[in-house]
């Protein structure tokens, strides 16, 4: 039974972002409003912003007095998220806030606090580290990962009280939509962009690209699961103490292939810098390690009435149906992996014409669409497709 998360307060009240100054003036009223009483009478705060994402802006607020009336205790820290210039282009913040919602009733990863037009206020995840992309192929971490992922996608998801019986996929529906986004562009204001765009050829080439891996895909069995459909490093915090990992932003969040969220985890063991993909996308043995864990917990989940669980489960890891389940995940997520990098690279060409983050987001999104067709011939080099 999932434990009593209160109602989110919603401020009709925007953070002014035209200066950073006054962006960041502006966050302490914003929890003294939302938080209300275990807040209001907090003198100071300590503010930090943090590395994530490159979507939005977050920010660490951390109470450095306990206020005239909070019974001598200080008020823990908590995170605001900033969202990003036209990021409503990009992210359905009504189906965000509803997985948010979501998670924090199912007590899975941290809770949502507060929401603002702008942005919202989230428990902070505290004494924690955000892991960098080199951490993700550790087996420390990536076993961890993978459990936590493979309990991600098994959540039964509800909406309204009832339980999400048709469950649509994302992925091609909002690579399309994104796709016309980006070629409806007006680059007049940049000609070196407008050059580079134009190069990419997104109307005829990579359209035709689509077409061939959603057949491919078609193909592939994948089940349809609830999906981060975004686990980057920065999206994974780890607190060593006791061992505890969550996972944050579930703005991307949806319905989706399990291969997705899978192959697109993989990816992003090179971070923001497509350029060493070669070198850094996970090799086999490494993706196997993954694997395995995620299949041990999916085995676990569908018999956890099973009072000899762990032992039929260690037989099963030594099976040859194991074995064949094994190299069927590792194809699926690898074909997979061709989809999200046409997937972020199309959302990159987007962020290059209206985010204001300071981030060479075209080269990105050139660089993942290069990584798609490095990534398609070694596919077709090892006979995966």
């Given amino acids: 039974m999932s434990a009593y998360i209160p109602p989110v307060e919603n401020y009709d009240f925007s953070i002014p972002c ?3 100054e006054n962006e960041i003036n502006a966050l302490p009223n914003a929890i003294k409003t939302l938080l209300k009483e275990e807040y209001k009478y907090v003198n100071n705060f300590k503010t930090i912003q943090i590395q994530g994402g490159i979507t939005n802006r977050l920010y660490r607020l951390e109470p450095l007095d306990n206020g005239d009336n909070n019974n001598g205790k200080k008020p823990k820290s908590v995170i605001i998220r900033i969202y990003g210039d036209n990021t ?22 941290v809770r949502l606090l507060g929401l603002f037009n702008n942005g919202r206020i989230e428990e902070d995840f505290y004494n ?4 960098e992309p080199a951490d993700l192929a550790k087996p420390m971490y990536s076993k961890i990962i993978a459990k936590m992922l493979c309990k991600m996608n098994s959540l039964t998801i509800q909406i309204d009280g009832e339980e999400v019986k ?8 909002t690579l399309y939509e994104w796709l016309n986004v980006a070629e409806s562009i007006d680059w007049f204001d940049d000609v070196d962009k407008k050059e580079r765009f134009e190069k990419m050829n997104l109307n005829h080439c990579l359209r035709k690209e689509i077409e061939w891996l959603s057949t491919l895909l078609n193909n592939t069995k994948s089940p349809i699961v609830f999906a981060h459909n975004d686990l ?3 999206n994974i915090l780890y607190r060593d103490e006791d ?7 579930y703005e991307y969040g949806g319905w989706n292939y399990r291969g997705f969220d899978i192959g697109n985890h993989f990816c992003e063991y090179a971070g923001f810098d497509y350029s060493q993909f070669e070198q850094v996308y996970p090799d086999k043995d490494c993706q196997f390690c993954f694997l395995t864990s995620y299949i041990e917990t999916e085995y676990k989940i569908k018999h956890q009435d099973d009072e000899n669980v762990d032992n039929n489960c260690k037989t099963f890891l030594e099976s040859a149906e194991f074995e064949t389940y094994l190299n069927k995940l590792y194809v699926e997520a690898n074909r997979y992996a ?19 983050i300071d981030f060479d987001f075209l080269k990105y999104g050139e660089e993942r669409i290069a990584a798609y067709y490095f990534s398609k011939e070694k596919l077709e080099k090892d006979g995966l497709i």
């Fill in 18 to 20: 035209d200066t950073k």
């Fill in 88 to 109: 409503e282009l990009l992210i359905n913040r009504k189906n965000d806030i509803e997985n948010f919602k979501e998670m924090s009733r199912l007590n899975f990863g």
């Fill in 128 to 131: 924690s580290i955000t892991l």
């Fill in 166 to 173: 048709v469950k649509e996929p994302i992925l091609f529906k």
């Fill in 232 to 234: 980057l490093s920065g």
């Fill in 243 to 249: 061992t505890t990992l969550v996972f944050v932003d």
């Fill in 338 to 356: 061709l989809a999200a990098h046409l997937f972020w690279g199309v959302w990159g060409v987007i962020q290059a014409k209206h985010s204001k």
